[in-house]
Protein backbone atom coordinates (compact mmCIF):
# COMPACT_ATOMS: atom_id res chain seq x y z
CA UNK A 1 0.00 0.00 0.00
CA UNK A 2 1.55 3.61 -0.70
CA UNK A 3 0.07 6.87 -0.27
CA UNK A 4 -0.87 8.68 -3.47
CA UNK A 5 -0.36 12.11 -2.38
CA UNK A 6 0.34 13.82 0.69
CA UNK A 7 -2.03 16.79 1.02
CA UNK A 8 -5.55 15.79 2.61
CA UNK A 9 -8.04 15.71 0.70
CA UNK A 10 -12.36 15.53 0.69
CA UNK A 11 -14.45 13.29 -0.94
CA UNK A 12 -15.07 15.79 -3.48
CA UNK A 13 -11.87 16.08 -4.09
CA UNK A 14 -10.91 12.22 -3.96
CA UNK A 15 -13.26 12.19 -6.71
CA UNK A 16 -11.95 14.49 -9.11
CA UNK A 17 -8.33 13.19 -8.48
CA UNK A 18 -8.97 9.68 -9.13
CA UNK A 19 -7.22 8.43 -11.58
CA UNK A 20 -9.89 6.17 -13.78
CA UNK A 21 -7.87 3.06 -15.59
CA UNK A 22 -4.68 3.42 -13.19
CA UNK A 23 -5.12 1.50 -10.20
CA UNK A 24 -7.29 1.45 -6.71
CA UNK A 25 -7.68 3.65 -4.46
CA UNK A 26 -9.32 4.70 -1.05
CA UNK A 27 -9.31 7.63 0.78
CA UNK A 28 -8.81 7.39 4.51
CA UNK A 29 -8.81 10.32 6.68
CA UNK A 30 -8.35 12.74 3.75
CA UNK A 31 -5.27 10.80 2.27
CA UNK A 32 -5.60 8.46 -0.93
CA UNK A 33 -4.02 5.44 -0.21
CA UNK A 34 -3.40 3.06 -3.50
CA UNK A 35 -5.03 -0.62 -2.56
CA UNK A 36 -4.04 -2.36 -6.23
CA UNK A 37 -4.18 -6.06 -4.72
CA UNK A 38 -1.75 -8.60 -5.54
CA UNK A 39 -2.19 -11.31 -8.09
CA UNK A 40 -3.04 -13.86 -5.64
CA UNK A 41 -5.26 -11.36 -3.83
CA UNK A 42 -7.48 -10.96 -6.70
CA UNK A 43 -7.86 -14.32 -7.61
CA UNK A 44 -9.40 -14.37 -4.42
CA UNK A 45 -11.62 -11.60 -5.10
CA UNK A 46 -12.28 -12.76 -8.69
CA UNK A 47 -13.47 -16.92 -7.57
CA UNK A 48 -16.01 -15.25 -4.59
CA UNK A 49 -17.16 -12.41 -7.37
CA UNK A 50 -17.88 -15.09 -9.79
CA UNK A 51 -19.54 -17.75 -7.56
CA UNK A 52 -22.14 -14.92 -5.84
CA UNK A 53 -22.47 -14.12 -9.55
CA UNK A 54 -24.03 -17.50 -10.21
CA UNK A 55 -26.49 -17.46 -7.04
CA UNK A 56 -27.60 -13.89 -8.20
CA UNK A 57 -28.37 -15.16 -11.21
CA UNK A 58 -29.87 -18.81 -10.01
CA UNK A 59 -32.16 -17.22 -8.00
CA UNK A 60 -33.24 -14.07 -10.12
CA UNK A 61 -32.16 -12.38 -7.08
CA UNK A 62 -32.32 -7.95 -7.83
CA UNK A 63 -28.48 -7.69 -6.47
CA UNK A 64 -25.71 -6.59 -8.68
CA UNK A 65 -21.91 -6.86 -8.45
CA UNK A 66 -19.89 -4.05 -9.74
CA UNK A 67 -16.27 -3.59 -10.68
CA UNK A 68 -15.75 -1.30 -8.53
CA UNK A 69 -17.37 0.43 -5.80
CA UNK A 70 -16.50 2.80 -3.23
CA UNK A 71 -18.06 3.21 0.60
CA UNK A 72 -18.40 6.41 2.36
CA UNK A 73 -18.73 5.91 6.45
CA UNK A 74 -20.86 8.00 8.63
CA UNK A 75 -20.15 11.45 9.55
CA UNK A 76 -16.95 11.92 7.49
CA UNK A 77 -16.33 13.42 4.25
CA UNK A 78 -12.68 12.47 4.22
CA UNK A 79 -12.99 8.74 3.78
CA UNK A 80 -14.53 5.89 1.33
CA UNK A 81 -13.15 2.64 1.14
CA UNK A 82 -12.65 0.75 -2.17
CA UNK A 83 -14.20 -3.36 -0.97
CA UNK A 84 -12.75 -6.08 -2.80
CA UNK A 85 -16.12 -7.38 -3.54
CA UNK A 86 -19.86 -5.71 -2.98
CA UNK A 87 -23.24 -6.59 -3.67
CA UNK A 88 -25.80 -4.03 -3.99
CA UNK A 89 -29.42 -4.25 -3.77
CA UNK A 90 -30.19 -2.34 -7.09
CA UNK A 91 -33.66 -1.51 -5.75
CA UNK A 92 -31.98 0.72 -3.32
CA UNK A 93 -30.01 2.33 -5.46
CA UNK A 94 -32.60 5.20 -6.75
CA UNK A 95 -32.19 6.54 -3.42
CA UNK A 96 -28.34 6.83 -3.27
CA UNK A 97 -27.42 10.44 -4.59
CA UNK A 98 -23.73 9.65 -5.67
CA UNK A 99 -23.78 5.90 -7.17
CA UNK A 100 -24.51 7.06 -10.94
CA UNK A 101 -21.99 9.77 -11.22
CA UNK A 102 -19.26 8.80 -8.71
CA UNK A 103 -19.98 4.66 -8.30
CA UNK A 104 -20.63 5.89 -4.18
CA UNK A 105 -22.51 4.28 -1.80
CA UNK A 106 -23.66 6.46 1.59
CA UNK A 107 -26.63 4.06 2.59
CA UNK A 108 -26.12 0.83 3.75
CA UNK A 109 -29.49 -0.40 3.07
CA UNK A 110 -28.15 -0.42 -0.55
CA UNK A 111 -25.34 -3.03 0.41
CA UNK A 112 -26.33 -6.64 0.81
CA UNK A 113 -22.30 -7.72 1.48
CA UNK A 114 -19.17 -6.20 1.42
CA UNK A 115 -16.23 -8.64 1.33
CA UNK A 116 -12.68 -7.74 2.43
CA UNK A 117 -9.62 -9.73 1.15
CA UNK A 118 -6.52 -9.71 3.96
CA UNK A 119 -3.39 -8.85 2.56
CA UNK A 120 -0.83 -7.04 5.00
CA UNK A 121 -3.34 -4.15 5.93
CA UNK A 122 -5.31 -6.26 8.25
CA UNK A 123 -5.54 -4.09 10.94
CA UNK A 124 -8.11 -1.86 8.36
CA UNK A 125 -10.05 -4.98 7.32
CA UNK A 126 -10.19 -6.11 10.50
CA UNK A 127 -10.77 -2.78 12.56
CA UNK A 128 -11.33 0.77 10.87
CA UNK A 129 -13.61 -0.99 8.49
CA UNK A 130 -15.97 -3.57 10.42
CA UNK A 131 -16.74 -0.59 12.91
CA UNK A 132 -17.43 1.59 9.89
CA UNK A 133 -19.62 -1.07 8.09
CA UNK A 134 -21.17 -1.63 11.30
CA UNK A 135 -22.06 1.99 11.98
CA UNK A 136 -23.24 1.97 8.49
CA UNK A 137 -25.51 -1.15 9.07
CA UNK A 138 -24.52 -2.82 6.27
CA UNK A 139 -26.20 -6.69 7.26
CA UNK A 140 -23.60 -8.64 6.19
CA UNK A 141 -19.65 -8.49 6.02
CA UNK A 142 -16.82 -10.82 4.87
CA UNK A 143 -13.01 -11.29 5.72
CA UNK A 144 -11.24 -13.18 3.69
CA UNK A 145 -7.90 -13.83 5.51
CA UNK A 146 -6.56 -16.33 3.07
CA UNK A 147 -2.91 -16.47 4.59
CA UNK A 148 -4.09 -16.34 8.09
CA UNK A 149 -2.23 -13.01 8.35
CA UNK A 150 -4.64 -11.18 10.90
CA UNK A 151 -3.85 -10.73 14.88
CA UNK A 152 -4.04 -13.73 16.84
CA UNK A 153 -7.06 -11.94 18.57
CA UNK A 154 -8.95 -12.06 15.91
CA UNK A 155 -7.98 -15.64 14.38
CA UNK A 156 -6.46 -17.53 17.25
CA UNK A 157 -3.03 -19.05 17.35
CA UNK A 158 -1.67 -20.32 15.86
CA UNK A 159 -2.93 -18.57 13.18
CA UNK A 160 -4.47 -20.13 10.05
CA UNK A 161 -6.69 -19.06 7.03
CA UNK A 162 -10.05 -18.24 8.31
CA UNK A 163 -13.28 -16.86 6.95
CA UNK A 164 -14.60 -14.52 8.90
CA UNK A 165 -18.90 -13.71 8.71
CA UNK A 166 -20.45 -10.86 10.46
CA UNK A 167 -23.98 -10.14 10.75
CA UNK A 168 -25.37 -7.84 11.62
CA UNK A 169 -28.17 -8.73 14.69
CA UNK A 170 -29.70 -5.23 16.83
CA UNK A 171 -27.08 -2.92 15.34
CA UNK A 172 -24.28 -4.59 16.32
CA UNK A 173 -21.82 -7.20 14.13
CA UNK A 174 -22.12 -11.13 15.69
CA UNK A 175 -18.81 -12.94 13.68
CA UNK A 176 -18.91 -16.35 12.76
CA UNK A 177 -15.38 -18.08 11.40
CA UNK A 178 -14.79 -20.99 8.95
CA UNK A 179 -11.90 -22.92 8.08
CA UNK A 180 -10.82 -25.81 6.03
CA UNK A 181 -14.06 -27.97 4.71
CA UNK A 182 -16.57 -25.64 6.58
CA UNK A 183 -19.21 -24.65 4.55
CA UNK A 184 -19.60 -20.78 4.60
CA UNK A 185 -23.19 -20.05 6.08
CA UNK A 186 -23.94 -16.78 4.79
CA UNK A 187 -27.54 -14.95 5.94
CA UNK A 188 -27.57 -13.14 2.05
CA UNK A 189 -26.77 -16.42 0.35
CA UNK A 190 -28.09 -19.09 2.47
CA UNK A 191 -27.79 -21.44 -0.52
CA UNK A 192 -24.25 -21.25 -1.15
CA UNK A 193 -22.41 -23.80 -1.08
CA UNK A 194 -19.07 -23.11 -0.61
CA UNK A 195 -16.38 -24.69 1.88
CA UNK A 196 -13.03 -22.01 3.40
CA UNK A 197 -10.99 -24.38 2.04
CA UNK A 198 -12.34 -23.91 -1.45
CA UNK A 199 -12.17 -19.86 -1.53
CA UNK A 200 -8.54 -20.20 0.09
CA UNK A 201 -7.31 -22.83 -2.98
CA UNK A 202 -8.55 -19.38 -5.54
CA UNK A 203 -5.09 -18.11 -3.68
CA UNK A 204 -2.53 -20.51 -4.74
Known amino acids: MVEAVSQLM ?5 WEWYPDGYGRYELRNGVPIEVQPTGTHGQVGGFLSAELVVEVKRLQLPYIIPLEALIKP ?12 IVLDQTALEDEPFWKKRSTITLGKSIRLAIEVVSTN ?8 LIDYEALEIPEYWIVDYLGLGGRRYIGSPKQPTFSV ?5 GEYQGQQFRGS ?3 ISPTFPELNLTAEQVFAAGV
Open 182 to 184: DRI
Open 10 to 14: SLEEF
Open 122 to 129: WRDDYGHK
Open 166 to 170: YQLVD
Open 74 to 85: INTDKSAYNPDV
